[in-house]
C-alpha cells in the first residue's frame, strides 16, 4: 500500500506588502486555471479551509489558485509575528485530510429586471468579441499572468471600450501599493507598444 505524500509548505513575499503567499507541493484547485477569493467569512460557505483562516484576526482576504493560497493581513501585526503560525497551521490542515474547497464562489448575475441567475465566479478571461480582443488577451497571458502569478495574484481581461482596456486584479494585486506601477509601466504600455491603434489606457476594476 503506498504512502500518501504529506503537504508540505514554504513561503514567498509578494509586492503586496500586505499579503503573503503559502506556496504548497500538491494542488489545492485541481480545476486548470480555477482559483476562488474570499474577502469575509461569509463568502466561504463551500471553503472550509478559508473559513478556518477567517478565524485569525488578523486574515483580511484569502486567495487560493493552483498550489498556494495568498493570505492578505491588516495592519494590527507584523509578518513576522504570524507567517509561522500560518504556515503551521495550514500544513496541519492539509496533512490531517480536511476539505479545501467544495465548490467554487458563486454570484448571482442580473439577466433582466426580475430574474438573476447565480453563475460560478470566472476566474477566466471575458469571451471576445473581436481579433483585438482576442490579441489582447493572448498577451495578457504570455507576457502578463505567469508573473502575476507567480506574485500570488491573477489577472484577467473584461472588456475593451473605446480604447480603454478593463482588467480585474486579484489575490496580492488587489489593493497592492505598487499595483498601479504594475498596470500603467507594464500592462499599459506593452499593449499600446503591441496595439498602437486600438488600445489608448489600461484600467483596473475592484473585485
Known sequence: ????????MYIEATPN?????????????????????YKNISETQTAPIAAKLFQFPFVKTVFISANYVTITKND???????TLELRVFLTDYLNAGNLIITALPQQEVAIDNSFTETKTVSTQHAAP?????????EVLDQYIRPAVENDGGLI??????DG????????ACSGCPSSTMTLKAGIEALLKRLLPDAVKEVVSEAM
Open 1 to 8: 500500500m503506498e504512502t500518501a505524500i504529506p503537504y508540505t
Open 17 to 37: 506588502p500586505a499579503s503573503m503567499k503559502f506556496v504548497t507541493n500538491k494542488l489545492l484547485i485541481t480545476e486548470k486555471g480555477a482559483s476562488a477569493e
Open 76 to 82: 494590527a501585526v507584523d509578518w513576522d509575528d504570524i
Open 129 to 137: 468579441k473581436d481579433e483585438v480582443e482576442i490579441k489582447i488577451i
Open 164 to 171: 480603454v482596456v478593463t482588467v480585474q486584479m486579484r489575490g
Open 156 to 161: 484577467t481581461f473584461k472588456d475593451l471600450k
